[in-house]
T-cell receptor, first 113, second 115 residues
Framework: AQSVTQPDIHITVSEGASLELRCNYSYGATPYLFWYVQSPGQGLQLLLKYFSGDTLVQGIKGFEAEFKRSQSSFNLRKPSVHWSDAAEYFC???????????FGTGTKLQVIP | DAGVIQSPRHEVTEMGQEVTLRCKPISGHNSLFWYRQTMMRGLELLIYFNNNVPIDDSGMPEDRFSAKMPNASFSTLKIQPSEPRDSAVYFCASNPGGGGNQPQHFGDGTRLSIL
């Protein structure tokens, strides 16, 4: 079975600073990887996904993530954070032929002026 | 396009009462998922359906919980009798189905408080 770990529960960054949120997965074959964002009072929204091919994937809202098989990681990055990026971010892993997706415990992002 | 629609958005009721949460998936989506989110346990998958058939209900915590999907456009999650520890945000999500590479589309959730 697949699993995913988000080591950082809470991160604070200054507006305009760069951001990297960590995600490590465990799965024997090539995983399907996702990043979602959850704003207060709302459901999860897909930011980006990786299935195969180019290991650097671009998503919405200026986010990108890089799949590194050797490190079993799929870290989310943004070059310059905006106050509106304050939210909770979830990494998730799926597998071929398997509908269930395993979500990480989430990282809460706080953005300070 | 209409997303996943959940109702009610908020529900406050007394313990022992029956609670019914409703979900309308995105039209054309063949898979539907029910999740529960709490501070302590994070996001937990309760049950999911494929083509209206329950595939995996191993996450349903107790017999007090039941879920149905009578047709492709409607699903319910019922708790009877409800208990204070059932207080959480319940999310419904859907996707086209067909494999693990399909992202899920989430509704805005039902915030349930059991007094």
């Amino acid at each position: 079975a697949q699993s995913v770990t988000q080591p950082d529960i809470h991160i604070t960054v200054s507006e305009g600073a760069s951001l990297e949120l960590r995600c490590n997965y465990s799965y024997g074959a090539t995983p399907y990887l996702f990043w979602y964002v959850q704003s207060p009072g709302q459901g999860l929204q897909l930011l980006l996904k990786y299935f195969s091919g180019d290991t650097l994937v671009q998503g919405i809202k200026g986010f990108e993530a890089e799949f590194k098989r050797s490190q079993s990681s799929f870290n989310l990055r943004k070059p310059s954070v905006h106050w509106s990026d304050a939210a909770e971010y979830f990494c998730a892993v799926g597998a071929e032929g398997y509908q269930k997706v395993t979500f990480g415990t989430g990282t809460k992002l706080q953005v300070i002026p | 396009d209409a997303g996943v629609i959940q109702s009610p958005r908020h529900e406050v009721t007394e313990m022992g009462q029956e609670v019914t949460l409703r979900c309308k998936p995105i039209s054309g989506h063949n898979s539907l998922f029910w999740y529960r989110q709490t501070m302590m346990r994070g996001l937990e998958l309760l049950i999911y359906f494929n083509n209206n058939v329950p595939i995996d209900d191993s996450g349903m915590p107790e017999d007090r919980f039941s879920a149905k999907m009578p047709n492709a456009s409607f699903s319910t999650l019922k708790i009877q009798p409800s208990e204070p520890r059932d207080s959480a945000v319940y999310f419904c999500a859907s996707n086209p189905g067909g494999g693990g590479n399909q992202p899920q589309h989430f509704g805005d959730g039902t915030r349930l408080s059991i007094l």
